[in-house]
Nanobody, 114 residues
Framework: QVQLVESGGGLVQAGGSLRLSCAASGSSFNVMGWYRQAPGKQRDLVATITNAGNTNYGDSVKGRFTISRDNAKNTVYLQMNSLKPEDTAVYYC??????????WGQGTQVTVSS
């Protein structure tokens, strides 16, 4: 049974930083990543990372956010710097097994005040 435990969300002022963590258990994961969903909008890619360390970022976060993972701990991190009010959203951890089965975390709120 796959379980995802997210942490690190909160309220921060514009220009500040936050670090999200997602600890996964129950399998090994080809891809781990983060997506976000703002009120009234679709869920969008933030960043993903493969077990080989290949990364992919959404255009709006390139240069500001950094994704990393600890394969031994099955944990993925998202370091968010230079945060903007438009980064406000619920951030969801996502993991993929065998490039087929995907699982979502419960979400963690990130709020950036101006």
């Amino acid at each position: 049974q796959v379980q995802l435990v997210e942490s690190g969300g909160g309220l921060v002022q514009a220009g500040g930083s936050l670090r999200l963590s997602c600890a996964a258990s129950g399998s090994s994961f080809n891809v781990m990543g983060w997506y976000r969903q703002a009120p009234g909008k679709q869920r969008d890619l933030v960043a993903t990372i493969t077990n080989a360390g290949n990364t992919n970022y959404g255009d709006s976060v390139k240069g500001r956010f950094t994704i990393s993972r600890d394969n031994a701990k099955n944990t993925v991190y998202l370091q968010m710097n230079s945060l903007k009010p438009e980064d406000t959203a619920v951030y969801y951890c996502n993991v993929v097994i065998g490039f087929i089965k995907t699982y979502w975390g419960q979400g963690t709120q990130v709020t950036v005040s101006s």
